[in-house]
């Protein structure tokens, strides 16, 4: 872990905020000390700018980090302003009503999936995906999705970035599984996730594209083995791209408009 030399201070004082939150609770210095590359001086400095500016908190009884007040305020603005969510919520609710499973709502990040929103199935079923999760994009139905309309080298890029570890039987483990993917997902316009990154877990998912091809996100059906199948999923496949493109039309007329 570590900034680039040209990002200074402020990468340092980001890849400190990765650390914190990535921990997914409150962490001690120590913790944090353990993973980080940066001297313990250093460390300590970042952290206390980064508490005098609100966007750690310190608790001086447990002696413990954690995310601020202020971080959480620009993560609003953000999720309200970047976001597909907003936009798509009503068609996020219409997708769940009728079909009864998992929806996902998914923006790329740096070469992963974040998932920006979700619906519950009528029978929720405890799964990775959450919203504000970042997972991988070679082996999930949304990043696959994302991933197949990007141009070749914008592809190359993420590929190279992707770990290819082997989270199910099912997981495509190499470049090649996944560049035969992706050409497959190309040709018929959606993807699918055949237990790839969970047991028991498929979904079915589609593009976001503005007209001019730009991909902006991508939405999923997502549900168990034990309860359909991945033809059954199939099957709905016009829908989800059909919400895809209303979530599409909306974003590029409001916040995601094409630049001359």
């Known amino acids: ?3 680039d030399q040209g990002d200074g201070t402020v990468g340092k004082a980001l890849d400190v905020l990765d650390m914190v939150a990535g921990a997914g609770r409150p962490v001690r210095f120590t913790e944090l000390l353990e993973q980080s590359a940066y001297p313990k001086a250093t460390l300590y400095r970042l952290l206390q700018t980064l508490t005098h500016q609100g966007m750690l908190a310190y608790d001086p009884d447990r002696q413990t980090y954690s995310l601020g ?3 959480v305020r620009l993560a609003h603005a953000a999720w309200a302003t970047s976001s597909l ?3 798509a919520r009503p068609y996020l609710d219409e997708l769940s009503g009728e079909t ?3 929806i996902h709502l998914a923006q790329m990040d740096n070469g992963q999936v974040l998932y920006v929103d979700k619906r ?3 029978k929720p079923v405890e799964m990775f995906a959450q919203a504000g999760k970042v997972g991988p994009a070679y082996c999930t139905g949304v990043g696959k999705a994302m991933l197949a309309f990007l141009p070749d080298e914008a592809v190359e890029r993420v590929i190279q970035r992707q770990s290819f570890h082997s989270f199910t039987a099912q997981t495509l483990d190499s470049p090649e599984k ?3 993917e992706l050409r497959a997902i190309r040709s018929r ?3 699918f996730d055949r237990e790839e990154h969970e047991p028991g877990i498929i979904c079915c998912a589609a593009p976001i594209l503005t007209k001019a091809g730009r991909v902006i996100g991508a939405l999923s059906v997502t549900s168990t083995t034990a309860r359909t199948t991945i033809a059954a999923l199939g099957a ?3 829908r989800i791209r059909e919400t895809a493109a209303k979530i599409a039309a909306e974003a590029e007329s409001w916040r995601f408009p094409e630049q001359g």
């Open 85 to 87: 969510a907003p936009i």
């Open 120 to 122: 519950n199935a009528l």
């Open 100 to 102: 009864g499973e998992t």
């Open 178 to 180: 996944l560049w035969a």
């Open 69 to 71: 007040v202020r971080l």
């Open 1 to 3: 872990m570590g900034a």
């Open 236 to 238: 709905v496949s016009g």
């Open 189 to 191: 316009g959606y993807a």
